[in-house]
């Protein structure tokens, strides 16, 4: 079970139906969700070197108004050395644009590239990479 | 339409052969060519946009049936369907939203092609001032539905150029069903694909050269580019070749 997720997605139902998901498959203790990648970062700056509040997985939308997915990406990576564990970070998008999909496997922290909906499958694929980095 | 990458080679294919063989045409070639990309990138980034704001809602109502689905709880129930009722609102306000996008990008994608065909259309005409070639009546006279005006008249001057001499009546229309094209030659141009002699030359004893079977293609991309389609006639009668061009909206 993943002790710590993060969901940012600026879609309140998205949000909801994930932490639904995680509830229902056990998949995580704790579920956290935020609008948009700015807010996110915020919080992720404030905890940076709190490896209990730290997030173990994040659940990132790639479009959204203020602060998208790519742009919180690239402020992750500065942080992300400073970071007291390993941050799984998947993609989360309703597009289905190919050019998204290229632009997220040539960027290395990018643990998986999910297209909504979200169901058991893909939840089964997180945990098992989540599950394997835990046993590294 | 939205050219796949198939038909983008293709097209860069014919465009660098009609090159090669009519250099004085680069100018105008290379600028038909952009004006297609461009168009092409307008209508590709509707179709990316619409693939995030329409599946959006889809998805959450898929999730929502399936949360339905194993809940047995009557709460959870109302509250999803709640959520999924709330999912089609966003469905609907995309469409609608779909439908507004796409009159305005229509609009835009216009717009450019009156500017670029305009300078296209001055630069042709500099060369036409210089021969015999007589336009009797040009102007389709809409602003709002401007492709079917400009595609047109670069398929026209097109046969002018090659031909350096004849004339041009035009039925205009607002769109391009019932516009009507009859250009009349004094000279031969077979525009069906086939090479043919040029009937004058021959009769006046000079060397008989083929004629243009890339021209039709070529007006066939453009056109369905457009969004039309045309049919060709051709006539023949005392050395003089009449080719009536009718146009119709493609289905």
Same mark, same amino acid.
């Given at each position: 079970? &993943?002790?710590?997720?993060?969901?940012?997605?600026?879609?309140?139902?998205?949000?909801?139906?994930?932490?639904?998901?995680? =509830?229902?498959?056990?998949?995580?203790?704790?579920?956290?969700?935020?609008?948009?990648?700015?807010?996110?970062?915020?919080?992720?700056?404030?905890?940076?070197?709190?490896?209990?509040?730290?997030?173990? *997985?994040?659940?990132?939308?790639?479009?959204?108004?203020?602060?998208?997915?790519?742009?919180?990406?690239? %402020?992750?990576?500065?942080?992300? %050395?400073?970071?007291?564990?390993?941050?799984? *970070?998947?993609?989360?998008?309703?597009?289905?644009?190919?050019?998204?999909? =290229?632009?997220?496997? =040539?960027?290395?922290?990018?643990?998986?590239?999910?297209?909504?909906?979200?169901?058991?499958?893909? &939840?089964?694929?997180?945990?098992?990479?989540?599950?394997?980095?835990?046993? *590294? | 339409?939205?050219?796949?990458?198939?038909?983008?080679?293709?097209?860069?294919?014919?465009?660098?052969?009609?090159?090669?063989?009519? $250099?004085?045409?680069?100018?105008?070639?290379?600028?038909?060519?952009?004006?297609?990309?461009?168009?092409?990138?307008?209508?590709?980034?509707?179709?990316?946009?619409?693939?995030?704001?329409?599946?959006? $809602?889809?998805?959450?109502?898929n999730m929502l049936l399936q949360l339905y689905d194993k809940?047995?709880?009557?709460?959870?129930?109302?509250?999803?369907?709640?959520?999924?009722?709330?999912?089609?609102?966003?469905?609907?306000? /995309?469409?609608?939203?779909?439908?507004?996008?796409?009159?305005?990008?229509?609009?835009?994608?216009?717009?450019?092609?009156?500017?670029?065909?305009?300078?296209?259309?001055?630069?042709?005409?500099?060369?036409?001032?210089?021969?015999?070639?007589?336009?009797?009546?040009?102007?389709?006279?809409?602003?709002?539905?401007?492709?079917?005006?400009?595609?047109?008249?670069?398929?026209?001057?097109?046969?002018?150029?090659?031909?350096?001499?004849?004339?041009?009546?035009?039925?205009?229309?607002?769109?391009?069903?019932?516009?009507?094209?009859?250009?009349?030659? $004094?000279?031969?141009?077979?525009?069906?694909?086939?090479?043919?002699?040029?009937?004058?030359?021959t009769q006046s004893g000079t060397t008989a050269a083929t004629?243009?079977?890339?021209?039709?293609?070529?007006?066939?991309?453009?056109?369905?580019?457009? /969004?039309?389609?045309?049919?060709?006639?051709?006539?023949?009668?005392? /050395?003089?070749?009449?080719?009536?061009?009718?146009?119709?909206?493609?289905?």
């Open positions: 079970m &993943i002790k710590n997720i993060w969901i940012i997605d600026d879609d309140e139902i998205f949000q909801f139906t994930a932490q639904k998901y995680l =509830e229902l498959k056990k998949a995580a203790d704790k579920a956290t969700s935020f609008t948009n990648g700015h807010e996110a970062m915020n919080h992720l700056q404030q905890i940076v070197h709190d490896p209990d509040d730290l997030p173990d *997985v994040i659940l990132l939308d790639i479009n959204m108004p203020v602060f998208d997915g790519w742009q919180f990406i690239k %402020e992750f990576s500065r942080v992300q %050395e400073a970071l007291k564990k390993k941050v799984l *970070v998947f993609l989360t998008t309703s597009s289905i644009d190919q050019a998204d999909f =290229e632009k997220a496997r =040539e960027i290395s922290i990018i643990a998986g590239y999910i297209v909504k909906p979200l169901n058991e499958e893909k &939840i089964n694929d997180i945990l098992s990479q989540y599950n394997g980095l835990q046993t *590294v | 339409m939205v050219v796949s990458e198939k038909v983008h080679t293709t097209i860069n294919y014919t465009l660098h052969q009609l090159i090669q063989q009519n $250099p004085q045409l680069t100018g105008f070639v290379i600028e038909a060519f952009e004006l297609l990309m461009y168009q092409n990138e307008e209508l590709k980034k509707i179709a990316s946009k619409y693939s995030h704001d329409l599946r959006s $809602p889809v998805t959450n109502i809940s047995e709880n009557d709460a959870d129930k109302r509250l999803y369907v709640n959520k999924i009722s709330n999912s089609l609102d966003r469905l609907q306000d /995309g469409f609608e939203q779909l439908s507004h996008d796409r009159k305005v990008s229509l609009k835009r994608i216009s717009e450019q092609t009156l500017v670029q065909f305009d300078k296209v259309f001055d630069d042709i005409k500099t060369q036409l001032s210089q021969g015999d070639s007589i336009i009797t009546e040009f102007d389709a006279g809409n602003d709002v539905w401007a492709q079917p005006r400009y595609f047109y008249n670069a398929f026209t001057l097109l046969c002018m150029i090659i031909s350096g001499e004849g004339s041009i009546a035009v039925q205009t229309k607002k769109a391009w069903e019932g516009m009507q094209c009859t250009i009349t030659y $004094p000279t031969f141009i077979n525009l069906n694909g086939e090479a043919k002699t040029d009937d004058r030359d004629t243009n079977g890339w021209l039709y293609y070529f007006a066939q991309l453009f056109l369905g580019a457009a /969004g039309a389609t045309s049919h060709i006639e051709e006539n023949e009668s005392e /050395g003089e070749s009449k080719i009536v061009i009718s146009f119709s909206q493609a289905n």
